[in-house]
């Protein structure tokens, strides 16, 4: 189960192929983690994606099939959708096949199946079947999912095989879960020295242009961002100051539209103290679910 070529998604824009998410390190890891389980497990493709703080899932690690990996990787889907689709599979454990999902106008763009011609046994792997473990954490909260698509043996999995599988992801899953919480912790720290090289930065400075032209780059390398974009609003709403920083030190600038758009997005997320997230399919912005202290 993996995304075509289109880069719409359920819930916003996504660049396949590649993955942001966490070091390369931790990458690295997962990656190796679903090579092990594609060789245990007698699956031609396994995928390996992460919840963030947002509910949704990002596809980071898949071993077996570089369409698959080209076309997935880096992709995004709202843990709620996927939980949904589940729900009509045969579950055993956390495991679920799902049997010849034919996607809707908007799905049909999310999940990629492979080109081989559906066999009429009903036994047999169709190309739209996937299978899904998902990994929870000690409190019961999803934090990720262990995807498998095309069996060697080209059959569907019983409800003794769904059992042998959910056991052999249990340890997937609980590592996983363990990768999970090493990155929440490494973004903590991360931000915890983003704010004081801030601080240290703009000690002694005077003014507001000199306090970002000295603290943005801390600012981009804590939140490992290509492009910063900061704006001051009056009280009527009326933007102060609008300067865009850039990786490679070019100057650009923001049109107005967006800027508006950034301003309502700001003044929500302010009063609401969350952070928002904007993107095309939602150019409002989306809270957080934990409020900022």
């Not at 289109?6 to 390190?25: I, K, M």
């Not at 997962?30 to 090579?35: Q, T």
């Not at 933007?239 to 309502?264: H, K, L, M």
């Amino acid at each position: 189960m993996t995304r075509t070529a289109p880069q719409l998604h359920v819930g916003g824009y996504a660049r396949p192929g590649r993955s942001t998410w966490s070091d390369e390190a931790t990458r690295d890891s997962l990656l190796l983690l679903a090579e092990a389980l594609r060789d245990a497990t007698g699956f031609q493709v396994v995928s390996i994606g992460v919840v963030d703080d947002t509910a949704v899932c990002e596809t980071v690690a898949i071993a077996g099939d570089e369409t698959a990996r080209a076309q997935l990787l880096g992709t995004r889907l709202p843990l709620a959708v996927l939980e949904q689709l589940m729900t009509g599979g045969t579950r055993v454990g956390a495991a679920a096949l799902v049997r010849r999902l034919e996607p809707d106008e908007d799905l049909s763009r999310v999940w990629w199946t492979s080109h081989e011609e559906p066999a009429d046994d009903e036994g047999s792997w169709h190309p739209h079947d996937w299978l899904a473990v998902l990994a929870h954490d000690d409190d019961g909260a999803v934090v990720g999912v262990v995807q498998l698509d095309l069996p060697l043996d080209g059959r569907r999995p019983d409800a003794h095989r769904l059992a042998e599988l959910d056991r052999r992801c249990a340890t997937a899953a609980r590592s996983l879960v363990a990768a999970r919480e090493r990155e929440r912790l490494s973004a903590q720290a991360r931000m915890a020295r983003t704010a004081r090289d801030v601080v240290r930065r703009s000690a002694g400075r005077q003014t507001i242009p000199s306090i970002l032209a000295r603290s943005h780059t801390a600012v981009m390398e804590g939140f490992r961002a290509r492009g910063l974009f900061i704006q001051l609003l009056g009280e009527q709403g009326v933007a102060r100051v609008g300067t865009v920083y850039r990786a490679d030190g070019e100057e650009t600038s923001i049109p107005q539209p967006v800027v508006d758009i950034a301003e309502r997005a700001a003044r929500t997320a302010w009063s609401a103290q969350q952070v928002s997230v904007v993107d095309r399919c939602h150019p409002r912005g989306t809270g957080s679910a934990t409020p900022r202290p």
